[in-house]
């Protein structure tokens, strides 16, 4: 049951992460022209330079506004990589001793190891 829930859940992050891949790309391509008209402001001496930049910047941030959908899709494309990491993963199984005096033994070391 547990492994038939995950796999919906993987499938409904797919969607999502697929839906959301336009939004992916238009962000990208936003912060990257902000981040360039942000330098090119600071290199430019002019006023008229500084007044380009400033209004490529901003029209840049408000795309960068409008795609920001994008964030859900970023998070489910990561809760897929960390879901397929950790399905790899085998589970270690875990002895618990019914011998009191292993127990005994695993106690009496740690109380050594107090003092």
């Given at each position: 049951m547990k492994k038939f829930l995950m796999f919906?859940?993987?499938?409904?992050?797919?969607?999502?992460a697929l839906a959301s891949i336009g939004n992916i790309i238009g962000l990208a391509?936003?912060?990257a022209i902000a981040?360039?008209?942000l330098k090119q402001f600071l290199k430019s001496d002019s006023f008229g330079g500084?007044?380009?930049?400033?209004?490529?910047?901003?029209?840049?941030?408000?795309a960068t506004f409008s795609n920001l959908p994008a964030i859900a899709g970023i998070l489910a494309l990561y809760l897929l990589?960390?879901?397929?990491?950790?399905w790899k993963?085998?589970?270690k199984p875990t002895q618990s001793s019914k011998d009191p005096?292993?127990?005994?033994?695993?106690q009496w070391n740690d109380i050594k190891g107090k003092f």
């Open positions: 919906i859940l993987a499938g409904v992050l797919g969607i999502v391509v936003s912060v981040y360039f008209s500084k007044l380009l930049w400033a209004i490529i910047g901003v029209i840049a941030v408000g990589y960390v879901g397929y990491k950790n993963k085998e589970e005096f292993t127990s005994f033994d695993q």
